[in-house]
């Protein structure tokens, strides 16, 4: 509060002295400010028809491009699939991620698009048609009981049209990106002539005005300055930066525009990037994240003295549950397994759903050997505690474990392999049981 009333204090000691200068100066500032709010509305404008096109697109279009990732390996996991729940569950997959693509779609088609873009959308709305004609050939011989032919459709027959819906989409993302990326260089460029005209200005008033040329180049120049240094830095791909500035006129107005511009970008590549790399039911690292980890791990395994170990945990009884209970069941069921999991290992370690009802653990350095096999007993034992899923409900999940210590020489995909044969191990030996390998 006491910052505010300083600043405006301050504004009204500027304001005494430009009035106490002579008309003719008065006349030069006044062309400056003209010119100044001219060319500062345009930029406001500019930065508005941004976030309101281009970058509301981008965020639209990021949805789009995850939906379309989720449904073709939904696609080819149904096929793989007996009838049963998880036929169904990628079923659902399919029918939900068709509905978000098309409202997305619907959505893009009422943004005011240019032309190019709006090329873009329909060559990737008529790839998208193809990819369901093609797909759904697939899925009714998957129905038929025919995998082999349905596996042949989508490996074979339309795997260019779906590789040809990816490449659409990114080609559209990549359009909008370049879009905001043009955008962000053109409002860069006409910030730089803005200040350059102005400080022309502010140069012929100089001559007789040092002072009020001063004052006014401390409230233009400057937040402009800011405002062109942070353009700078998103032309180079450094979102992290904001425009910090109090203020009510146009240069204020433009700053906020850019600061929201710059929200809404970081917001969706950092989306963009975490469901790539995490497990949309429980928000656990997946595959690919996991295997980033294991690899950081190696120079702990291959030094000894921290071991490095992979636990993999298989669920008993899933299908049963979901039988018995719905698959909403299946899921709570799947979310207690994650909480567990995570409270039952430290920060360092990674806990992973790969996929169904089976999750991974990577210890990363425990004190010894000995220290692992008790950690996998421990959890064993806590997965084992009853869930109350709802009144008059409770759900008594097991699980079986398989755990491999990693010496860091041997291959990821072997360490894995290794952990699953352990794992598979536990299941014949009697379930609800840890085996080493």
């Known amino acids: 509060m006491f910052g505010r009333v300083r600043r405006r204090v301050a504004d009204l000691r500027i304001a005494t002295k430009i009035v106490s200068v002579s008309l003719v100066v008065t006349a030069i500032f006044t062309a400056s400010g003209v010119v100044g709010l001219v060319n500062l509305q345009r930029l406001v404008d500019e930065q508005d028809r941004e976030y309101r096109v281009n970058v509301v697109a981008l965020d639209k279009m990021t949805t789009v491009r995850s939906a379309v990732g989720a449904q073709l390996e939904a696609v080819l996991a149904y096929i793989l699939s007996e009838p049963g729940f998880y036929r169904?569950?990628?079923?659902?997959?399919?029918?939900?991620?068709?509905?978000?693509?098309?409202?997305?779609?619907?959505?893009?088609?009422?943004?005011?698009?240019?032309?190019?873009?709006?090329?873009?959308?329909?060559?990737?709305?008529?790839?998208?048609?193809?990819?369901?004609?093609?797909?759904?050939?697939?899925?009714?011989?998957?129905?038929?009981?025919?995998?082999?032919?349905?596996?042949?459709?989508?490996?074979?027959?339309?795997?260019?049209?779906?590789?040809?819906?990816?490449?659409?989409?990114?080609?559209?993302?990549?359009?909008?990106?370049?879009?905001?990326?043009?955008?962000?260089?053109?409002?860069?460029?006409?910030?730089?002539?803005?200040?350059?005209?102005?400080?022309?200005?502010?140069?012929?008033?100089?001559?007789?005005?040092?002072?009020?040329?001063?004052?006014?180049?401390?409230?233009?120049?400057?937040?402009?300055?800011?405002?062109?240094?942070?353009?700078?830095?998103?032309?180079?791909?450094?979102?992290?930066?904001?425009?910090?500035?109090?203020?009510?006129?146009?240069?204020?107005?433009?700053?906020?525009?850019?600061?929201?511009?710059?929200?809404?970008?970081?917001?969706?590549?950092?989306?963009?990037?975490?469901?790539?790399?995490?497990?949309?039911?429980?928000?656990?690292?997946?595959?690919?994240?996991?295997?980033?980890?294991?690899?950081?791990?190696?120079?702990?395994?291959?030094?000894?003295?921290?071991?490095?170990?992979?636990?993999?945990?298989?669920?008993?009884?899933?299908?049963?549950?979901?039988?018995?209970y719905g698959h909403n069941a299946g899921d709570f069921l799947l979310t207690v397994v994650a909480e567990r999991l995570l409270a039952g290992v430290r920060t360092a370690d990674t806990v992973a759903r790969l996929g169904g009802d089976e999750f991974a653990v990577l210890l990363d350095g425990v004190d010894s050997a000995e220290d692992v096999y008790l950690i996998a007993d421990r959890l064993c034992t806590d997965l084992q505690e009853p869930a109350v899923y709802r009144d008059g409900c409770v759900i008594t999940p097991r699980a079986s474990i398989g755990v491999s210590v990693w010496d860091g020489e041997t291959p990821i995909d072997a360490l894995m392999h290794d952990a699953d044969q352990a794992m598979y191990a536990a299941k014949t030996g009697g379930k609800g049981r840890v085996v080493h390998a």
Request: aromatic share 2%; proline share 2%; glycine share 6%.
């Open 88 to 324: 169904d569950t990628y079923a659902e997959i399919i029918t939900e991620s068709d509905q978000d693509i098309d409202a997305r779609i619907a959505e893009l088609r009422a943004i005011a698009l240019p032309q190019s873009e709006q090329t873009g959308l329909k060559a990737f709305a008529a790839t998208v048609t193809m990819w369901r004609t093609a797909r759904q050939a697939a899925l009714d011989a998957a129905n038929a009981g025919d995998q082999q032919k349905a596996a042949q459709v989508v490996l074979v027959r339309s795997e260019a049209i779906a590789r040809a819906v990816k490449d659409r989409a990114n080609s559209f993302l990549d359009q909008l990106v370049e879009a905001v990326a043009d955008g962000a260089r053109r409002a860069k460029a006409n910030g730089i002539r803005n200040t350059q005209l102005t400080a022309a200005l502010l140069a012929a008033g100089a001559l007789t005005a040092i002072l009020l040329a001063v004052l006014t180049a401390r409230a233009i120049s400057r937040p402009l300055r800011e405002v062109v240094d942070v353009l700078a830095r998103v032309a180079r791909g450094d979102l992290s930066r904001r425009v910090d500035m109090d203020r009510g006129d146009e240069v204020g107005q433009m700053g906020r525009s850019l600061n929201e511009t710059l929200g809404v970008l970081r917001a969706a590549f950092e989306e963009v990037h975490h469901r790539a790399s995490h497990d949309g039911l429980t928000g656990l690292a997946n595959r690919a994240l996991l295997r980033e980890r294991i690899a950081a791990a190696r120079p702990n395994a291959a030094a000894g003295n921290r071991p490095v170990a992979m636990l993999l945990i298989d669920l008993d009884g899933f299908k049963q549950v979901n039988d018995a």
